[in-house]
């Protein structure tokens, strides 16, 4: 390569550049402008280039623009084009640990972005059953079920999708289960009451004349019927129903048999004896009284108060029964993206012994307060798990003084440092491989001065000195930093 002919109009503020970079004269040039001049206009326009992207004015966007950019007299082509961005601490927040080419990484992290909008969408919806910010449910979800969110969704997906009228939904959750109640719930006192309530309801819906019969027919499976063939004008089209003794020749009458048939049960005068040793000792408790009040309302709770673990997972999973059209969307997106995921993962895998060099390159060259890895490549091949990153902090010498950090909690943690490690390693990665192509390559930089400390400045710019030393790569050095700019011009010899 000679020639590096640029010729620009209207294309992201820059009104016009026309240009011709000689590197027949020197491997580099440096471009030193004010910031708002044209550094980062010029190194988007070539960016496009290398997506196959169409450049545009984003203000005037009426204006023609105009995109020419010659190798010695012929366009340039896509993958002659690398450039080296500033680092943008946001665009980390939604980024996966993954090891794989940028474009790669993109999809993947693009997927996740999408499905973690959704849920946390779906979780606003499903706010009010909870009564406690969206932002927690996800996990007391998983703690309730021991289980990643998704996959209990997929487990329970036939049961909620079976639902056809979901019961407790009056019920909310935190108005149960919350630090006070719980205390409470969980006392031996209570449990020992709650025992012996269950016992005499069991044998009131039993032994007694009753419509209802413990495990098979209850007040939810009756109301449930009522409410079926109410929606589907049974009684309009002159059917009759028989319970025992009482035919049934329309919907109010079912309603009221059944009401009576609940109140018989509630109001038994040994069953209320029961109840009233239980609202006693909830208003014995001030803390209580608004849970007391809360129970007295909603007293076809109190059986399920005594397996506490059982009665969580029943109110969730009528919940999300509930919102079933929404929770069927969110679950075909999961999959959905499942599979495209995996497609990614498949190809990820090809590169990972680059992967490898590109960490052993890292590790002689810059310097960070920790330790670099690659996730154990045994889960990556049984798991079908894409590499990832693994960051070792040591503090101290002891066996307590080392941790290992990859995955959801190191992206919770990422500070700057970290960050850097990334952006430094997709900059390797992106060169090393376009080294194999043995194809002239113009990397752009563009005003990368303040995304290194001081000691991994130095540590860039040798780096991309022996990059040059490749014959076919070639380079333009885009800075607003004069102290970088001093640096650039006497170590890589910038024309």
Not at 4 to 25: Q, T, V, W
Not at 195 to 214: A, G, H, Q, W
Not at 272 to 301: C, G, H, M, P, T
Not at 393 to 402: A, F
Request: net charge negative; hydrophobic share 35%; aromatic share 10%.
């Amino acid at each position: 390569m000679t020639e590096l002919e640029i010729h620009l109009e209207n294309c992201y503020g820059i009104r016009r550049f026309k240009h011709k970079f000689n590197f027949g004269e020197s491997k580099t040039h440096l471009v030193y402008a004010p910031n708002g001049v044209m550094k980062s206009s010029l190194a988007l326009t070539m960016e496009d280039i290398a997506e196959g992207r169409v450049s545009k004015d984003r203000i005037f966007s009426h204006r023609v623009n105009h995109r020419e950019v010659k190798v010695d007299g012929v366009d340039i082509e896509q993958d002659e084009i690398f450039v080296i961005q500033r680092m943008k601490s946001a665009e980390f927040k939604e980024a996966s640990t993954i090891l794989a080419n940028e474009k790669l990484k993109n999809e993947y992290d693009s997927l996740n972005s999408k499905l973690n909008e959704s849920k946390n969408e779906f979780l606003k919806q499903i706010q009010p059953f909870f009564g406690i910010k969206s932002s927690l449910i996800e996990n007391e979800i998983e703690t309730i079920f021991n289980q990643n969110f998704f996959k209990i969704l997929e487990i329970f997906n036939a049961e909620i999708n079976d639902i056809k009228e979901p019961i407790y939904c009056n019920i909310q959750y935190s108005e149960v289960f919350n630090t006070k109640t719980l205390k409470f719930l969980e006392s031996k006192d209570f449990k020992t009451k709650i025992r012996e309530y269950i016992k005499v309801y069991d044998t009131l819906v039993n032994e007694n004349d009753s419509l209802f019969m413990k495990g098979t027919f209850n007040h939810y499976n009756a109301d449930t019927v009522t409410k079926s063939l109410k929606d589907n004008n049974f009684f309009s089209a002159n059917h009759k129903v028989k319970i025992k003794e009482h035919e049934i020749a329309n919907a109010q009458e079912l309603e009221d048999l059944i009401s009576n048939e609940k109140e018989k049960v509630l109001k038994d005068p040994e069953l209320a004896s029961k109840f009233n040793e239980i609202d006693k000792a909830l208003n014995s408790n001030a803390e209580l009284r608004k849970f007391r009040s809360y129970v007295e309302e909603n007293q076809e709770i109190i059986k399920e108060l005594a397996d506490l673990s059982n009665f969580k997972k029943k109110l969730v999973i009528n919940y999300l029964a509930k919102l079933k059209s929404e929770f069927n969307v969110l679950l075909k997106l999961h999959k959905d993206t499942s599979e495209q995921r995996e497609k990614i993962v498949i190809e990820a895998k090809k590169e990972q012994d680059d992967w490898t060099k590109v960490i052993d390159i890292f590790k002689r060259r810059f310097t960070v307060p920790f330790e670099v890895h690659i996730k154990n490549q045994e889960d990556v091949i049984l798991n079908s798990e894409p590499a990832s990153l693994l960051f070792k902090y040591t503090d101290g010498v002891g066996p307590d003084d080392t941790k290992l950090l990859g995955g959801a909690e190191l992206q919770e943690s990422l500070s700057t440092g970290e960050q850097r490690v990334f952006y430094l390693l997709n900059i390797i990665f992106q060169i090393e491989t376009r080294r194999k192509l043995n194809k002239n390559q113009i990397v752009i930089v563009d005003d990368i001065a303040d995304s290194f400390d001081y000691k991994n400045k130095y540590a860039i710019i040798e780096y991309l000195k022996d990059v040059l030393e490749d014959p076919h790569f070639f380079m333009i050095v885009l800075t607003h930093n004069f102290d970088f700019y001093k640096t650039i011009k006497s170590r890589l010899g910038s024309k």
